[in-house]
């Protein structure tokens, strides 16, 4: 398996740009995660999906902020329009979930977001 | 919701010597508790979990006890090796029959192993 994977890796943009961070989880999870890490905030939940339907978005921290999962290989994190304070690494996160007994979170390489 | 507290921020400690991290939590609810590993420049990492019908899990030099009536849980790291360098993060969710909450991080521990 290829483990969650991210694109893109990093992502230089302007202030006022639009922004658009991809997932792929882990094939069989139904549980998607994005989570953002900085170094004053720490690592912390912006929303989570199941089954593509979104579960908790409390995290996220605005209205600039939107996340969409189309299907359950393919989910987004956009961000319109960015600003500095944006700037941040984003990590994708995938677990079984349902009957299974294995909660494990399983994290992708992340994406490193530089808004100027 | 959840607030994870972690200590120490920075933890020195002589290769071959252990090492402790102790982190509490403030929900009762939460019972599912992992512990992540991340390298610089990397994602995060799991190296160990417990669910809170356990006291205790340990998986080679690597160990986790949770007392859940304090709501404190620690990871302890035996026989450290250069390669245990690293920030470790403990986390806290709920968990239930149909699957696991979002992770409630702490603020992570920068582990540095002296030769």
């Known amino acids: 398996d290829a483990g969650v994977i991210q694109s893109p890796r990093h992502e230089v943009t302007e202030m006022g740009q639009e922004v658009t961070l991809r997932c792929k989880p882990i094939s069989g999870h139904d549980y998607l995660f994005w989570y953002r890490q900085t170094m004053m905030r720490g690592l912390e939940l912006l929303i989570y999906f199941n089954n593509n339907v979104p579960i908790d978005d409390s995290g996220m921290p605005e209205d600039r902020f939107s996340a969409k999962m189309p299907n359950a290989s393919f989910s987004t994190l956009k961000i319109q329009p960015s600003e500095p304070r944006d700037s941040a690494v984003y990590f994708c996160a995938s677990s079984l979930g349902g009957l299974a007994v294995e909660f494990k979170q399983y994290f992708g390489p992340g994406t490193r977001l530089t808004v100027t | 919701g959840e607030n994870v507290e972690q200590h120490p921020s920075t933890l020195s400690v002589q290769e071959g010597d252990s090492a402790v991290i102790k982190c509490t939590y403030s929900?009762?609810?939460?019972?599912?508790f992992p512990w992540y590993k991340q390298e610089l420049g990397k994602r995060p990492q799991l190296i160990i979990d417990?669910?809170?019908?356990?006291g205790e899990k340990k998986d080679q030099r690597i160990a986790v006890t949770l007392n859940k009536t304090a709501k404190h849980f620690s990871l302890h790291i035996t026989e450290t090796q250069p390669e245990d360098s690293a920030v470790y993060f403990c986390a806290a969710s709920i968990v239930s029959g149909g699957g696991a909450d979002g992770l409630t991080f702490g603020k992570g521990t920068h582990l540095i192993i002296q030769p």
């Open positions: 417990i669910r809170s019908n356990v």
């Open positions: 929900d009762s609810a939460s019972n599912y």
